[in-house]
Structures are given as C-alpha cells and as structure tokens.
Nanobody, 121 residues
Framework: QVQLVESGGGLVQAGGSLRLSCAAS????????MGWYRQAPGKQRELVAA???????NYAGSVKGRFTISRDNGKNTVYLQMNSLKAEDTAVYYC???????????????WGQGTQVTVSS
C-alpha cells in the first residue's frame, strides 16, 4: 500500500507562516506529480500548488508569491511553505500524488487524510 501522511498544520495569526510536509510511504518507484489541495467548509476542493518530478511548479493565483512548493524526490516528500497567511487560507489541506508507480502496481491518484490550517484574523 501507498500512504500519504501530512503534517505541519495548525493555528496561526494572519500574516504568519506555516510549513506543511507530506511524506509518501510504501515500496514506491516513482511519483509523477505531487501537490497540495485545500477544501474550506462549503467549498469544493481546489488545487493550491503542484510540482512535477522534474521540478516544474504550478500555483493557484490566490497563493502566488506567498506560498512555495518544493519536493525531495529521494524521500518522496513534498513541502508547502506558506507565508503571509490570510484568513481566507483557512481550510483542510490535502496532499495528492499523481502517477504513483509502486511495487504493487500503479495509482493514478493517491490522497492524504488532510491537515487543518486555521488562520485567525
């Protein structure tokens, strides 16, 4: 089995920073794209940022210039540095992995269980 485990969420004041981590475990050979998504109450899950195995990144317009995604391919880990946080960033943040090739086969998409980020204004 492949598991994605997020950490680093919590409560922070507006203007503060948090760093999220997501580690993929299992007999993984490769992961194409890893990303962070978020879902606020009453809203659909949305892409926050994604990074390919080659290091190409993509950001939602609302977080550009404030959030930075990075990745350690050797550790199958993705990070999200979140700066200048705003109340509207409050959501459950999910880690997602696309194109996971592992000893048991292939996952098109794998999700973590999510970590809560709350930004107080």
């Amino acid at each position: 089995q492949v598991q994605l485990v997020e950490s680093g969420g919590g409560l922070v004041q507006a203007g503060g920073s948090l760093r999220l981590s997501c580690a993929a475990s299992g007999s993984i050979f490769s992961i194409n794209t890893m990303g962070w998504y978020r879902q606020a109450p009453g809203k659909q899950r949305e892409l926050v940022a994604a990074i390919t195995s080659g290091g190409s990144t993509n950001y939602a317009g609302s977080v550009k210039g404030r959030f930075t995604i990075s990745r350690d391919n050797g550790k199958n880990t993705v990070y999200l540095q979140m700066n200048s946080l705003k109340a509207e960033d409050t959501a459950v943040y999910y880690c997602g992995a696309d194109g996971v090739r592992w000893s048991g086969g292939f996952y098109v998409k794998s999700w973590g269980q999510g970590t809560q980020v709350t930004v107080s204004s």
